[in-house]
């Protein structure tokens, strides 16, 4: 029975089962609803973007909630224009604020405001599609980042 044990623990994890700790907002929200993030910016897709990636880092954090949530995240999102980094063109640089709010009934409002900045690469060649299409993936990169950071922020 002894021998057990340790196999049993070896074998949980190595299925990829571990242990992590809950996430719990300041003000003592364990579910969290993201509403839709204001866009203060000329990206066309920017607030849906910090949206989701909000949405998604707290459905990691098993902490995702409906619009019934106890506790609500909102905020506003602006960029600057992109434009380039680099003497020859090839690198351009965007810079994302979010500034987010958290609220819980009960507790004082917490708020805080995030700046990222990143480089993308222009198309070969100047194709603008390209370009396009790695300014959005750089977009929702620092959305990403910017999510991360805005909910350890919020973590009591």
Request: with cysteine.
């Amino acid at each position: 029975m002894r021998r057990l044990a340790p196999t049993a623990v070896v074998l949980i994890a190595a299925c990829g089962y571990g242990f992590s700790t809950r996430y719990v907002a300041q003000g003592g929200a364990e579910r969290v609803h993201v509403r839709a993030f204001e866009n203060l910016s000329t990206e066309p897709s920017l607030g849906a973007e910090v949206t989701a990636a909000l949405r998604d880092e707290l459905a990691r954090r098993g902490a995702a909630g409906g619009e019934g949530a106890p506790a609500y995240i909102d905020g506003n999102v602006r960029a600057t224009p992109p434009g380039p980094s680099s003497p020859n063109g090839a690198t351009w640089r965007i810079a994302v604020e979010v500034r987010a709010r958290l609220v819980v009934p009960g507790a004082p409002v917490v708020e805080r405001t995030v700046r990222r900045e990143t480089d993308f690469l222009s198309g070969v060649g100047g194709d603008a599609l390209e370009t396009e299409g790695r300014r959005a993936l750089a977009l929702r990169r620092v959305a990403a980042d910017a999510a991360h950071d805005l909910l350890s922020a919020f973590e009591r």
